[in-house]
């Protein structure tokens, strides 16, 4: 797949078509790998709590089972199952619905956990039908009943045990993913076989605690396909059972369980007071204390995202263009840490000379004021601007382009100690939305007296920062962790109240180094708000500084960002990522 | 719900003034019986009387503190539950209030912009009416009222102690984001002080002039370990240009004790 899935049309599959496509379901899902034998001729009655189901089977052979829900008829199924040590794993349809089970018994504590999962019904927060093929789950936790036997008490249950870890993983069909758990509530993935890019994504997950190194994990790809994931890990083996159900982008059905072989890549910090062990999640005070069968808190930005046409977007601009925060008016949550402005370029004048035949002559009036010509022009444009000092003489500034069409920004970072300059030239509209930001990043040199402009030496764009997570503090009330998942991608989360991790998002990103441990850090949420990022990220001084370029329904804003970085962590997954002949030739070895 | 007639607190200030209306008058015809029956008692007559008369009325104020006491809980109480219009009841036709740098004329103008307008918007995203966990808890520790010789007008001046909720409506992509995880509430703990005139008119207390400072504010999270000397933004535009902003604008109100 080369279309990102963000930018993949999905179809809206009818409820009707869903049912038509799950009839080659009924035997059960396939698998690359031989079926378990582990259940066959055998029978399990599973109670579960909390308004779950007494679910009881009757597994004839590997491959059929015969399922009587509470007090129902019996149906029968086709299923499929696999075992990673002492846990059973399986699956199933039930014909002539759209729903299904997804079932881990523990065979030595008798304990289960049941995803109910489903299509065509789910609704969102605020009860309005999803799309028919994303798939919905609820979680089940009970146990097998044994005659004569008192029923455990314990149960497995939600945890935070594995929030932090980042994984490689091999399924037994070839397909290879990295999935990081930033949080207990949703997590990143990326599709090092399916994808040709190496772009990360984000879902909302469930993290379930079997024992001391036994865990399931499930994903449902919203907003996107709708596919579901789910599988129990083992800590100590590096081994995976699981299912992948749902409609890929051809619309066709993906039905099978599988094995894999993993490797932990990393283990980010965990926040929480040492006493929350994630048995419960801390949603804010204003989630419902109940959530509907299914519900949980979902992200959905492409929902909720206004499209915007060109004509708007500029009309928008041209009247109410907002600079730096408007001198107070607009309020900058990004940038409650800002560094202080730099007038280290007044009175400055140079010439900054890019890679692709730009040049552009500046006479810096002030701190404040400057006046800009594309080289050759005669007529000087002033412009308001900005600019922070990232490191030792080097110098971040900002500001628009006035009068363009569509709106038009520059963020040059100015090396004067090299005598380099990288610009990223931003503008309103993409080749998708007029309301979302488009950009180039172009490399250059400066011209100035007193500085030797190099030829061939240039900023460049890097992998460095991949891997890391950093918090970033905002303001008082703006808190968010970055964690660089690719080179060409990362994702922000915001922390919950208790300090764990909630819901994440992911978009599109580059990354320029500027120097050892400077980076130019420039990202657009993609099909999400359109709002772009652009800074200069100091690790010694673990401080950002830099710029944001937004158009919406009321104002084109040039604001200002400012942030206080903590290390978080780091993911080794730079081995992982790249051109796909470079990997396959490591892989070789 | 009109005020005047379904609230049963207002019927309750009524009765109480009513109350006060009739303490006065047995009160005098309770000292012109006492000096007629009693022999010898006609040169204490007029010492009794007014004797009577300073009881009476000091009853009738103490009836009158009373009542605006009553006022001023349940303009906590309609605050609380976000109760905005019935508020905004408790105001005298001209009334006005002093909040933040900003003054609001008019019980159906400024004063129904402030309440009905900014509060109702930022204190929950309904207009009227109590929502689950956005409230304000209000707990008024100390009060002083002074009721005017005439019986007619007061002033006092309440202190009160907040749990103050109020949702982050900021536009912003990780707002939504957090917003979407049961965030975007605002808590903390503020300390204040009312200053408040009061007029009585059809024998029902009104209040004629509000002024609030804020004292001291204390981050939810962090504690009591937190709290500072207030300083909340004033308001910086008038209406119309802030659609919920004030009539005009004072520059030293809303700001620290300490500046």
Redesign the interface.
């Known amino acids: 797949m080369n279309v990102p899935m963000h930018r993949f049309s999905y179809t809206h599959l009818t409820e009707n078509q869903i049912g038509q496509k799950l009839a080659s379901a009924a035997t059960g899902p396939a698998c690359a790998s031989e079926y378990s034998n582990a259940v066959a001729g055998k029978s399990l009655k599973i109670v579960t709590g909390n308004g779950g189901p007494v679910l009881q089977y009757a597994f004839p052979d590997t491959r059929k089972l015969r399922l009587t829900v509470d007090s129902g008829s019996p149906v029968e199924c086709g299923y499929g199952a696999l075992t990673l040590k002492r846990i059973v794993f399986f699956s199933h349809l039930v014909p002539g619905t759209q729903k299904g089970y997804n079932v881990v018994v523990d065979l030595k504590t008798g304990l289960a956990t049941v995803f109910e999962i489903w299509f065509s019904g789910g609704k969102d927060?605020s009860g309005q039908p999803l799309d028919a093929r994303e798939v919905q789950r609820q979680i089940y936790y009970g146990y097998v009943e044994e005659a004569g036997k008192e029923a455990p008490k314990a149960r497995h249950h939600l945890t935070n045990r594995v929030e932090g870890k980042g994984f490689y993983w091999k399924q037994d069909s070839g397909i290879e993913t990295l999935e990081l758990y930033p949080s207990i509530?949703s997590s990143s993935f990326v599709e090092l076989t399916r994808h040709a890019d190496d772009l990360g994504y984000c879902s909302p997950s469930d993290f379930v605690m079997v024992d001391d190194n036994t865990f399931v994990y499930d994903r449902t790809e919203c907003e996107f396909s709708g596919i579901h994931t789910m599988y129990v890990f083992d800590l100590f083996v590096m081994k995976q059972v699981g299912v992948r159900l749902g409609f890929n982008e051809k619309d066709e059905l993906e039905y099978y369980i599988f094995r894999g072989d993993g490797e932990v890549l990393g283990q980010l910090a965990i926040l929480e007071p040492f006493r929350d062990q994630g048995d419960k999640i801390g949603?804010?005070?204003?989630?419902p204390q109940s959530l509907a069968k299914g519900g949980r808190?979902?992200?959905?930005?492409s929902r909720?995202l206004a499209h915007m046409t060109e004509e708007q977007v500029y009309e928008v601009g041209r009247k109410n263009t907002v600079l730096f925060g408007g001198n107070g008016s607009v309020?900058q949550?990004?940038a409650g840490h800002q560094l202080p402005f730099s007038d280290f370029l007044a009175g400055k004048e140079l010439t900054v000379r890019y890679d692709n035949g730009v040049a552009w002559n500046y006479r810096f009036l002030d701190g404040k004021e400057l006046r800009w010509r594309k080289e050759g022009e005669e007529q000087w444009h002033d412009e308001e601007y900005r600019a922070f000092e990232a490191d030792e003489s080097l110098i971040f500034f900002g500001h628009m382009h006035s009068g363009t069409r569509p709106a038009e920004s520059v963020q040059i970072v100015l090396d004067f100690a090299n005598a380099l300059t990288t610009c990223v030239n931003s503008k309103m509209g993409s080749a998708y939305l007029a309301n979302e930001v488009g950009y180039k990043i172009v490399f250059g040199a400066m011209e100035m007296e007193g500085l030797d402009s190099p030829r061939y030496i240039r900023h460049t764009f890097t992998d460095e920062l991949v891997g890391h997570a950093f918090s970033w503090n905002y303001s008082e009330?703006?808190t968010?962790m970055h964690v660089y998942t690719t080179p060409h991608s990362a994702s922000?989360s915001?922390y919950?109240?208790s300090g764990a991790l909630?819901?994440n998002?992911s978009a599109p990103c580059q990354y320029v180094k500027l120097r050892d441990g400077v980076y130019l850090f420039n990202l657009v949420?993609e099909a999400?708000?359109g709002?772009e990022t652009c800074v200069v990220i100091n690790t010694r001084t673990m401080h950002d500084c830099g710029f944001g370029f937004e158009g919406?329904e009321k104002t084109v804003n040039l604001g200002l960002v400012g942030a206080l970085a903590r290390n978080i962590g780091y993911y080794d997954v730079r081995k992982y990522l790249g051109p796909r002949k470079e990997r396959a030739a490591r892989s070789a070895k | 719900m009109n005020g005047n007639v379904d609230n049963p607190s207002i019927d309750a200030q009524q009765a109480n003034s009513g109350r006060r209306s009739f303490l006065r008058k047995a009160g005098s015809a309770l000292s012109v019986l006492f000096a007629a029956s009693v022999p010898g008692a006609a040169s204490e007559a007029p010492r009794m009387r007014e004797d009577a008369e300073g009881l009476t009325l000091r009853v009738g104020t103490l009836e009158d503190a009373r009542a605006i006491q009553q006022l001023h809980r349940l303009y906590g109480e309609y605050l609380g539950k976000g109760m905005h219009e019935e508020i905004i009841k408790l105001f005298a036709e001209d009334g006005r209030v002093s909040l933040h740098g900003g003054l609001f004329y008019g019980r159906d103008k400024g004063i129904r912009r402030l309440y009905a307008g900014r509060f109702g918007h930022a204190l929950s995203e309904v207009q009227d009416g109590p929502v689950h966990?956005l409230q304000v808890d209000w707990i008024q520790p100390e009060d002083a009222v002074d009721v005017g010789p005439d019986g007619l007008t007061a002033t006092a001046r309440f202190h009160c102690l907040m749990r103050v909720?109020a949702?982050?409506t900021?536009?912003?992509?990780?707002?939504?984001?957090?917003?979407?995880?049961?965030?975007?509430?605002?808590?903390w703990w503020e300390h204040g002080l009312y200053e408040i005139s009061y007029v009585k008119a059809g024998g029902i207390w009104k209040i004629e002039a509000l002024s609030y400072r804020s004292q001291a504010l204390a981050d939810d999270?962090s504690g009591w370990s937190s709290v500072s000397p207030a300083y909340l933004p004033p308001f910086t535009k008038k209406f119309p240009e802030d659609p919920a902003g004030p009539d005009k604008l004072i520059f030293d109100a809303g700001a620290s004790p300490s500046s």
């Open positions: 927060g509530v949603f804010g005070p204003t989630m808190p979902v992200y959905r930005p909720t309020p949550m990004m009330a703006m968010s922000w915001i919950l109240d909630g819901m998002w949420e999400c708000n709002v919406g | 966990l909720a949702r982050d900021t536009k912003y992509p990780m707002m939504d984001l957090a917003r979407a995880q049961g965030q975007g509430l605002l808590q999270m």
